[in-house]
């Protein structure tokens, strides 16, 4: 029987972030759906057990013994391991998150799940060596899944022997989230912003999603409109979430203003579905969670006008240039005021959700994982 193994340590790594969750989660789904082969997932962790045999085909669990030499560095133990790994369980496929666990000259197969950025960052991009280029490593997976259509451009335009080996499938990983009735509505309007309606950013609560940015949009669209609509800020909380919380402590705003960190799943997707705009003004899609979250709720979307965005949201969002405050201002202003423009919106969202969803996302992962066992097979 063909075995499947999945590197799941980068992503234990990563929690509690959503995105590394929600591909946690479809693993089992994903195994679901191949019936014909042994999936098993890898890992180091010597804690880490979870029940054998509790989906059908099994989600079996092997663990890395690594074997530390005077003479090895931890990445070159932790790689030997992996290749008697894949050797003692007679693994075809790989599937993983981590441009490092490409091992070239394995018997084999790799499916690499990163974008550009990380995959040309001087981590994984060696330096040139006697005037050549170096070739990284990661140039050896047998298909490698992007998240953009910029991202393969940007792959194939150095490299593009990999014209076949780059595939763009988007993460979208998110179940649906149902609309709220107006009763469910007015009860969270209740609990959370005092029976009014409200702007929304859900997401991590951290700098990088450019959180200062939002505040100083909605001091400008207090300062226009003299509206009383608060703004909820909630998410998983991070190193920075405490210095926000402070910083809101002299926000001349601050009595409309509520942060909700390390917020319930359950509650943040109420609050998706219940806000009058979700206001998301990061510039990437690597936790794009609450978009998919708000275009099948059919909550109107304000997002960065960033290339990852664009390409993510279409016709879905209002977009607005990233940094530029006064724009983003502008765009929640506009909705505000404009219902017509509201509601195409929801109606564009409700139209991305249908092909942005996670059974189509795990379809064309099955996709890529049966083509590649296909070959040479």
Same mark, same amino acid.
Do not use: C
């Given at each position: 029987m063909i075995t499947l193994a999945y590197n799941i340590?980068?992503?234990?790594?990563?929690?509690?972030?959503?995105?590394?969750?929600?591909?946690l989660d479809a693993i089992p789904d994903l195994a679901l759906s191949i019936p014909d082969c042994r999936h098993l997932a890898i890992t180091h962790d010597e804690t880490l057990n979870f029940e054998a045999g509790t989906t059908d085909p099994p989600l079996?669990?092997?663990?890395?013994?690594?074997?530390?030499?005077?003479?090895?560095?931890?990445?070159?133990?932790?790689?030997?391991?992996?290749?008697?790994?894949?050797?003692?369980?007679?693994?075809?496929?790989?599937?993983?998150?981590?441009? =490092?666990?490409?091992?070239?000259? #394995?018997?084999?197969?790799? /499916? &690499?799940? +990163?974008?550009?950025?990380?995959?040309?960052?001087?981590?994984?991009?060696?330096?040139?060596r006697f005037s050549q280029p170096g070739v990284p490593n990661w140039t050896h997976a047998a298909a490698i899944i992007v998240p953009h259509h910029h991202d393969r451009e940007a792959?194939?335009?150095?490299?593009?022997?990999?014209?076949?080996t780059v595939n763009v499938i988007y993460p979208a990983l998110e179940e649906p989230v149902l609309p709220l009735s107006w009763a469910e509505q007015e009860q969270l309007k209740m609990r959370y912003s005092g029976g009014r309606d409200f702007f929304l950013y859900? =997401?991590?609560?951290?700098?990088? #999603?450019?959180?200062?940015? /939002? &505040?100083? +949009?909605?001091?400008?669209?207090?300062?226009?409109?003299?509206?009383?609509?608060?703004?909820?800020?909630?998410?998983?909380a991070t190193d920075w979430t405490a210095r926000l919380e402070k910083m809101l402590l002299t926000y001349k705003y601050r009595v409309d203003v509520s942060v909700y960190p390390d917020i319930s799943q359950t509650d943040l997707k109420e609050l998706v579905a219940g806000a009058y705009v979700l206001v998301n003004p990061g510039s990437s899609t690597t936790d794009a969670f609450a978009l998919q979250w708000a275009f099948s709720a059919g909550t109107p979307v304000i997002a960065s006008q960033s290339k990852d965005m664009s390409e993510f949201c279409k016709e879905a969002a209002?977009? +607005?240039?990233?940094?530029?405050?006064?724009?983003?201002?502008?765009?929640?202003?506009?909705?505000y005021k404009d219902e017509y423009l509201r509601s195409n919106l929801i109606t564009k969202g409700k139209e991305r959700a249908e092909s942005l969803n996670r059974l189509n996302t795990l379809q064309q992962y099955k996709a890529v994982i049966m083509g590649l066992l296909q070959e040479n097979s």
């Open positions: 340590d980068p992503l234990l790594q990563e929690l509690p972030r959503t995105a590394a969750q929600s591909l079996d669990l092997a663990r890395l013994k690594i074997k530390a030499r005077f003479w090895e560095n931890p990445a070159t133990a932790r790689k030997n391991a992996l290749a008697r790994a894949f050797q003692a369980n007679q693994v075809r496929l790989w599937f993983t998150t981590d441009p =490092g666990s490409v091992l070239p000259g #394995q018997p084999v197969k790799s /499916l &690499l799940l +990163s974008s550009a950025r990380s995959l040309l960052s001087r981590q994984y991009y060696p330096q040139k792959l194939i335009s150095i490299f593009p022997q990999l014209e076949k859900a =997401g991590d609560l951290s700098e990088s #999603q450019d959180l200062i940015h /939002l &505040l100083k +949009s909605y001091s400008l669209v207090k300062k226009w409109l003299m509206t009383g609509m608060p703004l909820i800020m909630a998410g998983p209002q977009l +607005s240039p990233a940094g530029d405050t006064d724009q983003l201002a502008h765009a929640m202003m506009i909705l």
